[in-house]
């Protein structure tokens, strides 16, 4: 049986809003040379992306990997 989840940098944020940050900071076009998967590159929406990712736990795991190794500027 699996104890409480620990805490990692990723909990309390959706797939949402992590996908939201980083096309707010990289852009679709730049998203999709870093990940290269077609919700990205051919006529991107955060909709079909999110859709995507929810299906497909390796892209999912780019695109987390992808936040956690991101600078972003602090607000």
Avoid at 23 to 40: K, M, N, P, T
Avoid at 42 to 58: I, Q
Wanted: aromatic residues 10%.
């Amino acid at each position: 049986m699996a104890g409480p989840q620990a805490n990692t940098p990723l909990t309390g944020l959706t797939l949402e809003a992590i996908l939201k940050r980083l096309v707010a900071h990289y852009g679709w076009s730049e998203l999709g040379q870093i990940i290269d998967i077609r919700c990205f590159n051919l006529d991107p929406s955060l909709a079909s992306s999110l859709k995507f990712l929810r299906r497909t736990p390796w892209a999912r795991e780019k695109v987390e990997a992808l936040y956690l190794s991101t600078e972003f500027d602090r607000p």
